[in-house]
Antibody, heavy 121, light 108 residues
């Protein structure tokens, strides 16, 4: 059974940092690209960042570029999101997603339950 | 960035009726569109990829159509468990992947 368990969320002040983790199980982690997607309270979905299986291709939304860094450790079946210089508008539920790729075109086929990040003074 | 626009924002439908949700892309995205269902307090679930291919375990009452810039998700006969918010997403241009704003399907 595929499982994605996010952790690391919490209450943080503006300007501070937080590191999210996603523990994967039930599939061969290093065969798949992965993504982070967030959802602000009562709002829609926003893709944040994605990474290919070997970290060879990484992308970010403009809203987080230069502040967030995605990474993965295939030996630990884990995905990470380092979030620096956090802003109020980064407050959201952050989902980890397993991606299916056809060539370089990837979409999420399974999502974790999310970890909540609240940025507030 | 490709903008995905969903309509309507809210669709009021009776159980057993047909529902058609629309999604328009600001630029051509071929057939690289996915549809997701999200129920309150739950993570999104993949319904459709490649514009019309149902994901594993998705009932046949869900169907997708379209290519280029215009896409539809049709639920042929709404069941009680289908009342939810539905999102389209393009994955033709990366980064970023972009979602539509969602259509809430509610009970009439």
């Amino acid at each position: 059974e595929v499982q994605l368990v996010e952790s690391g969320g919490g209450l943080v002040q503006p300007g501070r940092s937080l590191r999210l983790s996603c523990a994967a199980s039930g599939f061969t982690f290093d065969d798949y690209a992965m993504s982070w997607v967030r959802q602000a309270p009562g709002k829609g979905l926003e893709w944040v960042s994605g990474i290919t299986w070997n970290s060879g291709r990484i992308g970010y939304a403009d809203s987080v570029k230069g502040r967030f860094t995605i990474s993965r450790d295939n030996a630990k079946n884990s995905l990470y999101l380092q979030m620096n210089s956090l802003r109020d508008e980064d407050t959201a539920l952050y989902y980890c997603a397993k991606d299916i790729c056809s060539s370089i075109l990837c979409y999420g086929d399974f999502w974790g339950q999310g970890t909540l990040v609240t940025v507030s003074s | 960035e490709i903008v995905m626009t969903q309509s309507p924002a809210t669709l009021s439908v009776s159980a057993g009726e047909r529902a058609t949700l629309s999604c328009r892309a600001s630029h051509r995205v071929s057939s690289n569109v996915a549809w997701y269902q999200q129920k309150p307090g739950q993570a999104p679930r993949l319904l459709i990829y490649g514009a019309y291919t149902r994901a594993t375990g998705i009932p046949a009452r869900f169907s997708g159509s379209g290519s280029g810039t215009e896409f539809n998700l049709t639920i042929s006969s709404l069941q009680s468990e289908d009342f939810a918010v539905y999102y389209c997403q393009q994955y033709n241009n990366w980064p970023p992947l972009t979602f539509g704003g969602g259509t809430k399907v509610e009970i009439k």
